[in-house]
């Protein structure tokens, strides 16, 4: 058995037309695909996929993971942000890798965002993605 990478990741939601918003019209995403009980952003790489919670309780927001974006311009990203009254989980912050930090989306799933000052031979720096304090 052979992975080869992350094909996509998936998050359940609670209201597909609120994420789809989100992820759509406030971060920008490209779209994908769209459906009812689907969607998914980006045409290459690693898709985000939304699908909606069949039950309320397996929405657990904030916890286990992060998804993670690279940003070329933190500081234009962050200023766009919170025009847009996106909620901060971890404020912008100087790290030695980089400029980082962490959003909610509607459902309070976190969003990790980086300026990566240096960049590994997979792409990015993972150093970024985890550091939610």
Not at 44 to 61: C, F, I, N, Y
Not at 72 to 86: F, G, R
Not at 100 to 110: F, M, S
């Given at each position: 058995m052979?992975?080869?990478?992350?094909?996509?990741?998936i998050?359940?939601?609670?209201?597909?037309?609120?994420s789809?918003?989100?992820?759509?019209?406030?971060?920008?995403l490209?779209?994908?695909?769209?459906?009812?009980?689907?969607t998914?952003f980006?045409?290459?790489?690693?898709?985000?996929?939304?699908?909606?919670?069949?039950r309320k309780?397996?929405l657990?927001?904030?916890?286990?993971?992060?998804?993670?974006?690279?940003?070329?311009?933190?500081?234009?990203?962050v200023?766009?942000?919170?025009?847009?009254?996106?909620?901060f989980?971890?404020?912008?912050k100087e790290?030695?890798?980089?400029?980082?930090?962490?959003?909610e989306?509607?459902?309070?799933?976190l969003?990790?965002?980086?300026?990566?000052?240096?960049?590994?031979?997979?792409?990015?720096?993972?150093?970024?993605?985890?550091?939610?304090d």
């Amino acid at each position: 058995m052979t992975f080869r990478r992350v094909g996509a990741v998936i998050l359940l939601v609670s209201s597909m037309d609120k994420s789809v918003k989100f992820y759509k019209e406030t971060l920008g995403l490209p779209l994908k695909s769209k459906s009812k009980d689907w969607t998914e952003f980006y045409k290459e790489g690693t898709v985000l996929a939304l699908t909606p919670a069949k039950r309320k309780s397996m929405l657990s927001s904030g916890t286990g993971m992060l998804v993670g974006f690279m940003v070329s311009d933190m500081d234009a990203t962050v200023k766009e942000l919170k025009a847009k009254k996106v909620k901060f989980f971890k404020k912008p912050k100087e790290e030695p890798f980089g400029k980082h930090a962490v959003i909610e989306d509607p459902d309070g799933h976190l969003i990790s965002i980086a300026e990566i000052k240096t960049v590994s031979d997979e792409g990015f720096d993972m150093l970024g993605m985890f550091g939610t304090d």
